[in-house]
């Protein structure tokens, strides 16, 4: 099946810091990348969906400018969580799909703990 | 706006039981539906996806059936394991996302 890619899969930074998350297709390309946020013990939210090429299209309630999408190759996106402050901590998953109608493959997820 | 809501949130039961993990959907127009496997401070294992059109898909001890009319869909678990413990989550795919119920964390005890 396909992989999908992140790192790092865990990161400790200060507060105030930036924090870029990649996230990578490693035998396909990915036309279609998802960012997704889970606190413990609660379920995967959307964050942003992200077209290779295009700006990436923002769920009700996330702050673009805190949460940088990148999706400049059909291989890579990257998430950039800037001035990060201990309520951004969460585990951050992707996920990426080839085309409209294919499964989502999803990465390993990335701990963030800013202290 | 589709809502996915799985029952129950936990359950415990010894080894070598059959058990059944419930998902229910609000919004019938789906194109597929899947369910993950996720152990704690991991990211997703796909376990099973059915298309719309699908009834059923069977993968070893488990076996996922839908029924798009009605909103749900179960995930048989036959002969639990040990190995079995983690959290399942479904989710639906809508015209453009997965939406995701909030799981059901499963115990399965020696």
């Known amino acids: 099946g396909a992989v999908v890619s992140q790192h790092p899969s865990r990161v400790i930074c200060k507060s105030g810091t930036s924090v870029k998350i990649e996230c990578r297709s490693l035998?396909?390309?990915?036309?279609?990348m998802f960012w997704y946020r889970q606190f413990p013990k609660q379920s995967l939210m959307l964050m942003a969906t992200?077209?290779?090429?295009?700006?990436?299209?923002?769920e009700q309630g996330v702050e673009k400018d805190k949460f940088l999408i990148n999706h400049a190759s059909l291989t890579l996106s990257t998430l950039t969580v800037t001035s990060a402050h201990p309520e951004d901590s969460s585990f951050y998953i992707c996920?990426?799909?080839?085309?409209?109608?294919?499964?989502?493959?999803f990465g390993p997820g990335t701990r963030l703990t800013v202290l | 706006k589709q809502e996915v809501t799985q029952i129950p949130a936990a359950l415990s039961v010894p080894e070598g039981e059959n058990l059944v993990l419930n998902c229910s959907f609000t919004d019938s127009a789906i194109y597929n539906l899947q369910w993950f496997r996720q152990d704690p401070g991991k990211g997703l294992t796909s376990l099973l996806l059915?298309?719309?059109?699908?009834r059923e898909q069977t993968s070893g001890r488990l076996n996922a059936s839908l029924d798009k009319s009605s909103g749900r869909s179960t995930l048989y678990i036959a002969a639990s394991q040990p190995g079995d413990s983690a959290t399942y989550l479904c989710?639906?795919?809508?015209?453009?996302?997965?939406?995701f119920g909030q799981g059901t964390r499963l115990t399965i005890n020696p």
């Open positions: 996920s990426a799909r080839y085309r409209a109608w294919d499964t989502q493959y």
């Open positions: 059915i298309q719309s059109s699908q």
């Open positions: 989710a639906v795919r809508g015209a453009q996302k997965l939406v």
């Open positions: 992200s077209n290779e090429g295009s700006k990436a299209t923002y």
């Open positions: 035998d396909f390309q990915a036309t279609t």
